[in-house]
């Protein structure tokens, strides 16, 4: 039975490993869309062009007992993940880091998964917002083949005790106050603690990145005299929040998915990242 390149077609011989007629690397992996093995290295199909699903297009992380969740999701229009989201316990305190790959730079998930990484096992570890953002923006940087190619991602951390939390951002990823509506307050939009690093027209003004330039985090401490929920997100949530009535009741995974099908409804557009930390009550 004669043997034909998947991207070309082209007849080669049985036990080759590349066609000599367009230099495709024969035996590569089968295409989940159109079926042909012709995957390269970077996840794209060489005959139809679509990026293959990875286990970043949609993720879901709930603490032990459900007491915070996070999603992540590449959302409608995008061929991939470029966010990367960490939730985890640290003794009495809960840290979460978002990081949003900034499109416009090469390998941007890259970026965003190895500054998530990177910062929240120094927060974990106990360093301050700065060490940890410090060592995120190094790690990224590291990524550079030159300040031409350099992978950069926006950023935000928070550490939550149990009646406070202290947040450390960089770029227009963003961190909302969720008044809890039995407390007799109302959510509504919620409250805005954090302010974008980016120009009126929308382009950001800091990142991580080797070609960031003396790049500092902004850190803030937040004490709430009322239990509610600390929102976490990037701009995929955020953007479809005018006018928008955050949920009131149900688990915070629960809570978390439905803002991602609000955002999904609303068109999609960009990748979704969202996490949820109660303080001062239980949810649920």
């Known amino acids: 039975m004669p043997v034909m390149c998947a991207v070309c077609e082209a007849s080669v011989l049985e036990g080759e490993t590349y066609c000599e007629a367009c230099g495709h690397t024969l035996g590569a992996p089968a295409c989940a869309s159109c079926g042909a093995h012709a995957v390269d290295a970077e ?24 007491a915070a969740a ?5 959302g409608l229009r995008r061929s991939r993940n470029e966010d990367a989201v960490a939730l985890l316990t640290s003794g009495a305190a809960i840290v979460t ?100 690093d980016a120009v009126e027209t929308g382009e950001i003004t800091a990142w991580l990145g080797a070609d960031a330039v003396d790049v500092a985090p902004h850190v803030r401490t937040f004490a709430p005299k009322e239990p509610g929920l600390l929102l976490v997100c990037s701009d995929g949530l955020w953007r479809y929040l005018d006018g928008y009535a955050f949920p009131t009741t149900g688990t915070p995974i629960e809570m978390a998915r439905e803002m991602l099908r609000h955002a999904l409804d609303s068109g999609g557009q960009d ?14």
């Open 43 to 66: 996840g794209y199909c060489e005959r139809c062009g679509v990026r293959q699903p990875t286990g970043r297009d949609h993720a879901e992380t709930v603490l032990d007992g459900g």
């Open 70 to 74: 996070a999603v992540t999701d590449k």
């Open 97 to 196: 880091v978002v990081c949003d790959g900034v499109g416009s730079s090469p390998r941007a998930d890259e970026a965003s998964a190895i500054a998530v990484e990177t910062a929240s096992a120094a927060l974990a570890r106990g360093l301050p917002h700065e060490e940890a953002f410090d060592l995120a923006g190094r790690a990224v940087a590291k990524l550079a083949t030159s300040v031409h190619d350099a992978p950069a991602s926006t950023y935000i951390a928070a550490v939550v005790e149990r009646d406070r939390f202290t947040l450390g951002w960089a770029g227009d990823t963003r961190a909302y106050w969720l008044p809890d509506p039995e407390r007799g307050s109302a959510m509504n939009q919620g409250v805005l603690l954090t302010e974008d």
């Open 271 to 284: 990748n979704v990242t969202i996490a949820l930390i109660p303080l001062g009550a239980t949810h649920g």
